[in-house]
């Protein structure tokens, strides 16, 4: 909710919208919103009916869970790249439903005149969805090599729904992969910040674009953190925002990215399985083999995109489109992305920087990087606890954010320093860091090589850097550095 929506008004408006399209609605127990997507808002309703409807979302006698799912309300429709609409999101769900592709039952999509915003009400499912969870958790060990082929099983009914049939060709973008490569890197460039290796993996991926394509609907988001799991398996798919009509193989390298490994580096698929399961249970239901070797393209295009994108949702924060304090965040995920495409297309050694200097370093009684993290101890031990799960959630953000800038407040003058003279050496002319990256950002789209002796060296340390104050525990920095 935002200051031009007050809880009284949500809750009279949600209210009216629940006794006009449920028929045995009573009142509402519950109302929580849980944490915000990164483009979009859900929360968790719990309401009396006159009585027990008996499905999975009942929560005993007389009470159901319903989940609300909308855009943030002051989102800008075009502040994100292929975001569809709501309504056809949950058309989406119904044309999976039908198909036996696991997912909630949509209840009712939401109005103009129902004064909530774009958006839809659905069935709740119980089930676990953070990825952190699904990798770690006990509770799931039995199920977890399973889950692969089960991915692989449900993709393959995914890319065999009839679209047109459904009539969403004119709801949902249509994309050949030259033409999503270079939408995504134009979408960069109007951020105009110079990232060199965002610009690499453009050329790269130019290079190597598909030989053949089909042409399926495609998920768009189809990785660990966007399906729901029980110790029987996948319960529902969820978040179509992304759908589009292209390139199935993009589903499976973008659930194959390092990002959704949550850590388990050495399982590629979501961070639970092996791709010779992903591609056998594919195989079973769409009848098409899919090589290890076709996957890598859109495993570098999944990193690429996601690398753009962060820096993306940092911009719509910054102009004010989405006053959310998870976004500029997740901007500094960027070098994340980054990193995974370095380890997949030029892998090799990089030092890190030594992170273990005290904050009470200096002759300041306290020193900066102090006052910092005893903001951030405050955040994380003492308010976070004490806070709803969505403000607890923030508060944690809050803690992260504050993180990064003391690590910058450290380290980062020495690194910025040391990629300044690699620049000048790489360029062979001298200037400030700001003009050198885009001196090396403007030779990449040119003509430069990309075998230019100490171009890959270079952009290793540089990113490995980065990330190293972005977020020095990601499992990228321990591929092959350091």
């Known amino acids: 909710m935002t200051e031009r929506e007050t809880e009284d008004t949500f809750t009279a408006a949600l209210e009216n919208v629940l006794s006009r399209e449920l028929a045995a609605f009573k009142s509402i127990l519950s109302c929580e919103q849980l944490t915000a997507g990164a483009s979009q808002e859900t929360y968790r309703i719990i309401v009396e009916d006159a009585a027990p409807v008996g499905d999975a979302s009942g929560t005993g006698a007389g009470q159901r869970h319903l989940a609300l799912r909308r855009s943030q309300p002051l989102a800008q429709a075009d502040s994100g790249v292929g975001v569809i609409s709501l309504a056809t999101e949950a058309r989406l769900f119904q044309l999976a439903g039908a198909a036996d592709i696991p997912g909630p039952r949509i209840h009712y999509v939401l109005q103009e005149a129902d004064g909530l915003g774009s958006g839809f009400i659905m069935e709740w499912l119980v089930g676990e969805t953070l990825g952190q969870r699904i990798v770690r958790a006990e509770e799931l060990a039995g199920i977890r090599p399973h889950l692969a082929r089960e991915c692989g099983q449900i993709l393959g009914r995914i ?8 009539g969403l ?8 992969p030259a033409t999503l490569v270079d939408e995504t890197w134009s979408h960069y460039r109007e951020l105009n910040v110079p990232v060199p290796m965002i610009d690499y993996a453009w050329r790269w991926l130019r290079d190597n674009l598909p030989d053949a394509s089909r042409k399926t609907l495609v998920h768009g988001d189809f990785r660990n953190g966007n399906l729901m799991v ?3 398996g996948i319960n529902a798919v969820l978040d179509w925002e992304l759908a589009q009509i292209g390139d199935p193989v993009r589903d499976l390298g973008w659930l194959c990215v390092n990002s959704w490994r949550f850590g388990k580096d050495k399982l590629p698929v979501g961070g639970f399985g092996q ?3 992903l591609l056998a249970g594919y195989k079973e239901t769409s009848g098409i083999e899919v090589s290890p070797r076709e996957l890598v393209f859109w495993q570098v295009f999944g990193s690429f995109w996601w690398a753009m994108v962060t820096l993306q949702m940092a911009n719509a924060w910054r102009k004010g489109e989405t006053p959310s304090l998870e976004r500029p965040v997740i901007g500094r995920r960027s070098s994340e992305a980054q ?9 090799g050694q990089f030092s890190l920087p030594q992170l273990d200097t005290p904050v009470s370093q200096g002759t300041q009684l306290p020193m900066p990087a102090e006052l910092l993290v005893g903001v951030a101890d405050f955040l994380k031990t003492t308010a976070a606890p004490t806070l709803d799960s969505h403000n607890g959630f923030l508060a944690m953000v809050a803690a992260n954010s504050l993180g990064i800038a003391q690590r910058e ?4 003058g020495e690194l910025a320093e040391q990629e300044r003279q690699r620049l000048q050496a790489l360029l062979g002319q001298q200037g400030d860091l700001d003009a ?4 090396l950002v403007n030779r990449l789209r040119k003509d430069l090589s990309l075998e230019t002796p100490g171009l890959a060296d270079h952009l290793r340390q540089t990113v490995a850097a980065q990330l190293s104050i972005d977020q020095p525990r990601y499992s990228a920095l321990r591929s092959t550095g350091n």
């Open 159 to 166: 890319h065999a729904l009839d679209w047109q049939a459904a």
């Open 169 to 176: 060709a004119g709801e949902l973008p249509e994309v050949d």
């Open 230 to 232: 029980t110790p029987n």
């Open 275 to 277: 791709i010779e399961d």
């Open 339 to 347: 990193m995974d495409c370095v380890n997949l297309l030029i892998p």
């Open 409 to 412: 407040l450290q380290f980062g």
């Open 436 to 439: 050198l990256r885009w001196e």
